[in-house]
């Protein structure tokens, strides 16, 4: 009878935030490809529409799937309560923190559910967010606090601030993300960024127009730095271009030469080919939250200049150049300051970013059940 590690899908068939999806979909894969002998993976999904052909599309080979009877939203409520019914014990690992953190017998039965949290914005951020989501991420790490085996966090600095949150003890454990497996400039990097309507050679910046995604910071920099750049904005919420431009135009930027162009959320191509384009990405956010697309600009070697952070050098280190808000704009100026420099910052990146990886991260978690 083989173990059975069981994970929790729901981010892949009803995704709310296209990172968590990528990095469950991305951590299932792993896990398939990286199981012991004598295990297997298995899954446990919300209620929706084809559900069986949207796993098997997106997370091949798992062993079994559990079918939960309500929808992700219900589902999201139902477990926050401590209602979990039809769940079932064994091992359960969570890629997020929706997990169904019950009462259960690890001793006995063998019973473990690891859930992970990958930013602290609830706690960081709150008055940017949705009251209920605020409400939901605090009553779920209180039920962590009191029913998870483990919480995974993606970064030292973060595990110092969960620690803080909640009487955890060692059940605290770090492990990172990583970008898409594969993800590369694509061949037809030119022809995706005309589709997206975007230049040449572009200072790359994620964000909203939210005071902590630090985008006021980074078009200040960029005025500073001199450089005569355009400036492309990834991932603002829908109807948030307007916010996000008049904040360019209050730091000076948009007029002359230097023009700001706001885009969405992307696709992993849309997006590897917007990096494909991009001279270096500013990093201005300050939070606690994985910097998923400053890993991604690790992976295909784009220069990084980050704000002066805890998590930004754990995670960048000697990849990319650090700075505080005042001083983004000189960083940015030397590393942008010759061809030879902007070659000499891709190659530092590009070497940083072959330590992350969904395999890694995927034998992380079987050796930290095994250890449960």
């Known amino acids: 009878m083989p173990a ?17 999806g990528m990095a469950s979909r991305e951590l299932a894969r792993a896990l398939i490809s990286t199981t012991p002998a004598g295990c297997v993976v298995a899954g446990i999904v919300p209620a929706a529409s084809d559900v069986a052909g949207i796993i098997e599309g997106a997370v091949p080979g798992l062993a079994d799937l559990s079918r939960m009877a309500l929808p992700r939203r219900e589902l999201a409520a139902s477990w926050q309560l401590g209602v979990a019914p039809g ?28 859930v992970t949290l990958w930013d602290l914005d609830a706690w960081e951020r709150p008055a940017e967010l949705a009251r209920g989501a605020v409400t939901w991420h605090k009553a779920m790490l209180k039920r962590a606090t009191r029913f998870a085996d ?25 492990i990172a993300g990583a970008a898409p497996q594969g993800f590369a400039v694509p ?3 030119i022809g995706r960024r005309r589709a997206l309507d975007l230049p040449e050679g572009f200072v790359l910046v994620s964000g909203s127009s939210a005071p902590s995604a630090g985008l ?20 603002a919420p829908e109807g948030d271009e307007p916010g996000v431009l008049d904040l360019a135009a ?9 023009h700001v162009h706001v885009r969405g959320a992307l696709d992993d191509a849309d997006r590897a080919a917007v990096f494909g384009g991009a001279v270096a990405l500013l990093a201005p956010s300050r939070l606690s939250a994985f ?26 280190l000697d990849g990319g150049v650090f700075a505080g808000a005042d001083e983004l704009g000189a960083s940015l100026a030397d590393v942008l300051a010759s061809a030879a420099a902007v070659e000499r910052f891709g190659v530092l990146a590009a070497d940083r970013g072959r330590a992350f990886s969904w395999a890694g991260a995927a034998e992380r978690v079987w050796q930290l059940h095994a250890d449960l």
């Open 87 to 114: 769940v079932g014990g064994g091992m359960i690992h969570s890629p997020t923190l929706l997990g169904p953190l019950v009462k259960h017998d690890r001793v006995h039965q063998s019973d473990q559910t690891v």
């Open 291 to 316: 910097p998923w697309r400053a890993v991604e600009a690790l992976a295909v070697g784009v220069p990084v200049v980050a704000s002066d952070t805890d998590v930004h050098r754990e995670v960048v």
């Open 250 to 258: 209050a730091a000076g930027l948009g007029e002359g030469h230097v």
């Open 216 to 235: 006021s910071d980074a078009f200040a920099a960029v005025v500073s730095s001199g450089v005569d750049l355009p400036v492309v904005v990834i991932d």
């Open 150 to 174: 483990a919480v995974v966090v993606p970064t030292h600095a973060a595990a110092a601030r969960v620690a803080n949150l909640g009487a955890f003890g060692d059940r605290v454990r770090v």
């Open 4 to 20: 059975v590690l069981r994970v929790v899908l729901d981010q892949v068939v009803a995704p709310t935030h296209a990172d968590l």
């Open 187 to 189: 061949v037809d990097e």
